[in-house]
C-alpha cells in the first residue's frame, strides 16, 4: 500500500507542512500510519506511529532506489515499509531489517547487499513526543 501515483513513488506527494516542531495531529495519519512532513530545520520527513502508538520521524529517503518513505506504510510489526520495493526500516534507529523485495530487486544476493548497505548509512532518526494530540520533535535534540 502507498499513496497513489502513476510514476514511482519517488516524488513527494504533497508533505503536511510542519508548524514549528508540531509535525502533525496524529489523527491526520491514514491507515498507512506514516506520512512525509515537510520541516524547516531538517527538510522532508517520514513521520508517523508504530501500532503500540509509539510516534517516530526519520529520514524520508529510501536507501535503495530513493522511493519516499512517508507515502510507503507501518507494519504490523512496526517497521517503515518503502513503498517501492518493500524493504523494511526499524524506526527506533535507522537501520534496514529487510531488503527489497520482488522478482528483479529480491535476489537473495542483491537483496542481502542493499540490506548491508543501508546498515552502513540509516536513516536519520528525530527523537519525537506526542503532546496535545500531536506528534512533536523534542526540543534540544536532533
Ligand atoms: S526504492 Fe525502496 S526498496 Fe526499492
Redesign the pocket.
Known amino acids: 500500500m502507498q499513496t497513489p501515483g502513476a510514476l514511482?513513488?519517488?516524488l513527494h506527494d504533497h508533505p503536511l507542512q510542519a508548524a514549528g516542531r508540531r509535525l502533525l495531529d496524529v489523527d491526520q495519519l491514514d491507515e498507512r500510519r506514516v506520512t512525509e512532513v515537510t520541516t524547516t530545520e531538517h527538510g522532508v520527513l517520514a513521520v508517523g506511529v508504530t501500532p503500540d502508538g509509539t510516534p517516530f520521524a526519520t529520514g524520508n529517503l529510501?536507501?535503495?532506489?530513493?522511493?519516499k518513505?512517508g507515502r510507503g506504510r507501518v507494519t504490523d510489526d512496526g517497521c517503515l515499509e518503502?513503498?517501492?520495493?518493500?524493504?523494511a526500516y526499524d524506526v527506533t534507529d535507522g537501520t534496514m531489517t529487510a531488503?527489497?523485495?520482488g522478482r528483479i530487486?529480491g535476489f537473495k544476493p542483491y537483496s542481502w547487499a542493499?540490506k548491508a548497505f543501508g546498515n552502513v548509512a540509516p536513516l536519520r532518526t528525530f527523537p519525537v513526543e506526542v503532546r496535545d494530540g500531536a506528534i512533536w520533535l523534542v526540543e534540544g535534540l536532533d
Not at 82 to 87: G, S, T
Open positions: 514511482p513513488p519517488i529510501c536507501r535503495h532506489q530513493f522511493a518513505l518503502c513503498p517501492w520495493h518493500r524493504a531488503g527489497p523485495k530487486f542493499i
